[in-house]
């Protein structure tokens, strides 16, 4: 698959699946519903925990991910974006952790061979989603006590061992680092995931997306596009980008830093937009493939997809005009 992959980015722009939560959100599930039978009388409230989903309800997610390949995705993520020992914390679930991530790696994986065998010539791929966990490496959450941390370095790499340990054992043919708030926490996960290669005699590819959380135009712990991109190139990475916090027209700035100063590839999957007062995501398929359209003008992405907000729609709108794209040249590593 790993040469598949290489082959398919040299060919032309991969799209990237949409939200999950969003997908998710509109089976308006019950706390019966997230329960399942397996948790019926687990002790604490389970409602809103979407990772446990691929547990209780495994065809609500396979059908999440069906709609994204039909709609043109190459690549979907996994179901997994806080299954970590430390997020599911808050849950009282981190006994779940490795059935929760081998599961949902496992539903992605069998939907994707499903389409590659329908149409050959496109095959499909699997990314182990890895989110940046709920506590950060490089700041203090005590205003008061500005020295004091919630989670340390090793702490961080043991739980993302045992995340990519088992998305690998369900089959993922990517791991994705995303949403990086604090690049010590990335760090963190890109020792685990060097550990585990090692480990395994692995190759399996590696993609990066940070998160650029406001107008200042830095990460949460204070980095620039740039220094971010810097600071993780001593990994052999597939990728590098940005997804969540802006919408396309914003983020284009911060693409635009990376994308000439870096052989790998360049990868975005942007909100629908901006929230608005409710929390809620107004751009249309058609406003967000518009702002996406100057990133394939430019030439700035490989890989293009959508983070909050975006839908099946989306990705169509998207995968339509990228379809015709020559890709970024990039240099495997």
């Given at each position: 698959m790993r040469e598949q992959l290489k082959k398919a980015l040299s060919d032309r722009v991969l799209v990237l699946d949409g939200?999950?939560?969003?997908?998710?959100?509109?089976?308006?599930f019950s706390e019966e519903d997230f329960r399942g039978e397996r948790?019926?009388?687990?002790?604490l409230s389970l409602k809103g925990n979407n990772d446990m989903l691929s547990l209780t309800q495994p065809d609500a997610i396979a059908t999440v991910h069906r709609k994204y390949f039909a709609a043109g995705a190459d690549i979907v993520e996994t179901n997994t974006f806080s299954s970590t020992t430390i997020a599911m914390a808050d849950y009282?679930?981190?006994?779940y952790v490795y059935d929760m991530n081998y599961a949902s790696a496992k539903i992605a994986k069998d939907v994707a061979k499903a389409f590659t065998e329908k149409e050959p010539h496109k095959p499909r791929f699997v990314a182990g989603s890895i989110g940046p966990t709920n506590k950060t490496a490089s700041m203090s959450p005590d205003v008061n006590d500005p020295g004091f941390r919630a989670v340390?370095?090793?702490?961080?790499?043991?739980?993302?061992?045992?995340?990519v340990e088992a998305l690998m054992d369900g089959g993922v043919d990517i791991l994705m680092v995303e949403t990086v708030f604090d690049t010590l926490n990335a760090k963190a996960c890109l020792f685990a995931i060097e550990e585990v290669k090692e480990e395994r005699n692995s190759q399996i590819p590696v993609m990066v997306s940070g998160?650029?959380?406001?107008?200042?135009?830095?990460t949460l712990s204070g980095q620039t596009a740039e220094a971010f991109l810097i600071s993780i190139s001593h990994i052999p990475l597939l990728s590098v980008g940005f997804n969540c916090a802006l919408g396309a027209s914003q983020l284009q700035p911060h693409l635009e830093a990376i994308a000439s100063k870096t052989s790998v590839g360049i990868s975005a999957h942007p909100?629908?937009?901006l929230p608005n007062a409710f929390g809620e995501y107004d751009e249309t398929p058609e406003?967000?493939?518009?702002?996406?359209?100057?990133?394939?003008?430019?030439?700035?992405?490989n890989i293009?997809?959508?983070?909050?907000?975006?839908?099946?729609?989306?990705?169509?709108a998207i995968a339509a005009i990228a379809q015709d794209i020559t890709p970024r040249p990039i240099q495997f590593i």
């Open positions: 939200a999950m939560g969003t997908m998710l959100q509109a089976y308006n948790f019926i009388d687990f002790h009282e679930m981190e006994a340390s370095f090793d702490e961080l790499r043991v739980s993302y061992k045992q995340q998160t650029i959380t406001d107008a200042s135009g830095r909100n629908a937009g406003m967000m493939a518009s702002q996406i359209q100057k990133y394939l003008n430019k030439n700035l992405v293009i997809g959508g983070c909050c907000g975006t839908t099946p729609d989306h990705i169509k």
